[in-house]
């Protein structure tokens, strides 16, 4: 545990405990992204981030990568600020550019429930990329309600609301360098 991760924990009451140190993420965020520059080694994918939670972890990932891409970013809202899925997924912001004939790399910072990302692959598949995979940081196994395909995923998790690393709580928390656990 570095000593700005153990600085936020004794600094804000509401969180429980660390769950994924920052060192823990930055190694494996290294791995998966000499993963992904193999897999597209003779392409230029497309990643694309969903905002806002996934975009700590694209930054972070795309400065791993070795090969050329490009990225876009997709918002949506399946939350009204709690803890509870509402299973309610809306667009609140399009991507720039078409995607058909792509090789696309959605980027997610946690897969709980699967909901959230079926929606989305109908939605890409719809507009016929060449490809379309999943790199998910997080990945809540217990939690999921429906079967979706994970090409990558950082760590499986227990079924607790985590927050850090572009994960919030009521839209905050989301700075912190680390994956905690909020007090119950
Ligand atoms: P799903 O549709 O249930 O898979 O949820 C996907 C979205 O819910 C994620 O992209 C997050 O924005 C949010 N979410 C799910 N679990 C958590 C959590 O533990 N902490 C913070 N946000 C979460």
Known sequence: MTFDDQEHLERDPLIDQILISSAEIQRRVAELGREISVEYRETVPIL?????????FHADLMRRLSVLHEIDFLSVSSYEGGTQSTGVVKILKDLGNSITGRDVLLVEDIVDTGLTLQYLREILNA???NSLKV????????????DVPLEYVGFDIPNEFVIGYGLDYDEKYRHLPFIGVMKG
Request: charged share 20%.
């Open 48 to 56: 694309v981030s969903i905002l806002k939670g996934g975009v700590v």
């Open 127 to 129: 507009r016929h990329p």
């Open 135 to 146: 790199c998910t940081l997080l990945n809540k196994v217990d939690a999921r309600q429906v």
